[in-house]
């Protein structure tokens, strides 16, 4: 059964502390802070509300973001409702998969799975709901068969968007979950592979999700016979933002002689602890286009704080380098500074190098 620390539990008078009262003291703890904004609520100390709200807000992870929207739409706090969307649009599969949000309340599940910006597949937001389905059974004391699961979801089923899902993932997934009835199956099926198709009861739009933002660090490009070579070294640089964003992945320049593929790890840092890396490949074309190389997941980026990124390729290794590099960049309301950093041991800095674009969700 999901389970979290931020359930609202106890008697709102006894999270209401009396040293607070006289001395505007008061030590927040994430098992106690959603009562004690209750009882701030309750008794009508804004003050303490205010703490509450901004120490959730610093809180704010994806495994709590949809707990925390379900409580700031109950204690009607619009700006850390809002911060909650950042989290949960931006990290969409990792707040659906959390246990937090099999806890939400009914209507929050709704609002949430008809969120157009929602940032992932449609076969994730089926299998949360799913997910969802089991732990209220379990909460109404319910046995966990599919006839129960429909009847706890009610409208909420119609509103995920199994159409947009590939027939692939139909096939193997929502068809073979005993959630469906066999007509709804059955018209689905048709719906993916027919001329005449049926009418369905699920939504066919695809999810919008969020449009990545690039952030280009260097003014031109250039290539020179035997200038620059990746050579399975480390190119990294520094940066910081001025609020608060999504890191999602890296443009990369690729070979300047014809078209080539490239292995390639790209990893992200925080004073020296990796907060995310991948390894992939890419092909790229001869061009100086800048590739796209992504995490497996966006990661949360702090504002005023210098995080450090890094690329390492194997490939042909001629390629074209980025010039007249600036140190801060402004990228519609986020603005960008750049630092050397002393993990790139390949010649990248902020005047010239690799890592061109960083790409991002605001």
């Given at each position: 059964?999901?389970?979290?620390?931020?359930?609202?539990?106890?008697?709102?008078?006894?999270?209401?502390?009396?040293?607070?009262?006289?001395?505007?003291?008061?030590?927040?703890?994430?098992?106690?802070?959603?009562?004690?904004?209750?009882?701030?609520?309750?008794?009508?100390?804004?003050?303490?509300?205010?703490?509450?709200?901004?120490?959730?807000?610093?809180?704010?992870?994806?495994?709590?973001?949809?707990?925390?929207?379900?409580?700031?739409?109950?204690?009607?706090?619009?700006?850390?409702?809002?911060?909650?969307?950042?989290?949960?649009?931006?990290?969409?599969?990792?707040?659906?998969?959390?246990?937090?949000?099999?806890?939400?309340?009914?209507?929050?599940?709704?609002?949430?799975?008809?969120?157009?910006?929602?940032?992932?597949?449609?076969?994730?937001?089926?299998?949360?709901?799913?997910?969802?389905?089991?732990?209220?059974?379990?909460?109404?004391?319910?046995?966990?068969?599919?006839?129960?699961?429909?009847?706890?979801?009610?409208?909420?089923?119609?509103?995920?968007?199994?159409?947009?899902?590939?027939?692939?993932?139909?096939?193997?997934?929502?068809?073979?979950?005993?959630?469906?009835?066999?007509?709804?199956?059955?018209?689905?099926?048709?719906?993916y592979t027919a001329a005449n198709k049926p009418k369905l009861e699920f939504p066919l739009t695809k999810r919008k999700g969020l449009v990545p933002q690039r952030c280009h660090r260097f003014q031109s490009s250039a290539y020179r016979s035997n200038q620059w070579r990746y050579r399975g070294r480390c190119d990294s640089i520094q940066f910081a933002v001025d609020k608060r964003i999504f890191i999602a992945g890296l443009g990369l320049y690729g070979?300047?002689?014809?078209?080539?593929?490239?292995?390639?790890?790209?990893?992200?840092?925080?004073?020296?602890?990796?907060?995310?890396?991948?390894?992939?490949?890419?092909?790229?074309?001869?061009?100086?286009?800048?590739?796209?190389?992504?995490?497996?997941?966006?990661?949360?980026?702090?504002?005023?704080?210098?995080?450090?990124?890094?690329?390492?390729?194997?490939?042909?290794?001629?390629?074209?380098?980025?010039?007249?590099?600036?140190?801060?960049?402004?990228?519609?309301?986020?603005?960008?500074?750049?630092?050397?950093?002393?993990?790139?041991?390949?010649?990248?800095?902020?005047?010239?190098?690799?890592?061109?674009?960083?790409?991002?969700?605001?």
């Amino acid at each position: 059964m999901c389970t979290s620390s931020w359930a609202l539990r106890g008697h709102p008078r006894k999270f209401l502390p009396t040293r607070y009262m006289y001395s505007d003291e008061i030590d927040l703890e994430a098992d106690t802070v959603l009562a004690t904004l209750y009882a701030a609520k309750k008794y009508i100390v804004p003050a303490l509300a205010k703490a509450c709200v901004n120490f959730l807000e610093t809180s704010l992870e994806a495994k709590n973001a949809c707990v925390l929207l379900s409580q700031s739409r109950l204690f009607e706090e619009p700006e850390l409702t809002q911060r909650c969307w950042e989290v949960i649009d931006a990290q969409a599969e990792m707040a659906l998969k959390s246990e937090g949000f099999c806890e939400i309340d009914q209507q929050t599940l709704e609002i949430i799975v008809t969120r157009e910006a929602l940032n992932t597949k449609e076969v994730v937001v089926f299998e949360a709901v799913l997910n969802w389905a089991e732990a209220e059974c379990k909460r109404q004391g319910l046995p966990v068969t599919p006839r129960n699961k429909r009847n706890v979801l009610g409208k909420a089923l119609y509103l995920v968007r199994i159409p947009t899902m590939t027939l692939e993932e139909f096939a193997n997934g929502a068809a073979q979950s005993d959630i469906l009835t066999l007509e709804e199956t059955h018209n689905i099926f048709l719906w993916y592979t027919a001329a005449n198709k049926p009418k369905l009861e699920f939504p066919l739009t695809k999810r919008k999700g969020l449009v990545p933002q690039r952030c280009h660090r260097f003014q031109s490009s250039a290539y020179r016979s035997n200038q620059w070579r990746y050579r399975g070294r480390c190119d990294s640089i520094q940066f910081a933002v001025d609020k608060r964003i999504f890191i999602a992945g890296l443009g990369l320049y690729g070979s300047s002689c014809g078209k080539a593929e490239y292995s390639v790890k790209i990893e992200l840092k925080r004073l020296g602890v990796v907060l995310a890396q991948n390894l992939t490949k890419f092909t790229s074309d001869g061009s100086s286009n800048t590739f796209s190389v992504w995490f497996e997941h966006p990661v949360q980026i702090e504002q005023d704080t210098f995080y450090n990124v890094s690329a390492i390729l194997d490939g042909n290794e001629l390629s074209y380098f980025g010039q007249e590099g600036m140190t801060e960049v402004q990228c519609g309301k986020v603005t960008f500074q750049f630092q050397c950093s002393s993990d790139s041991t390949n010649g990248t800095g902020v005047q010239g190098g690799q890592i061109p674009e960083l790409i991002f969700y605001a």
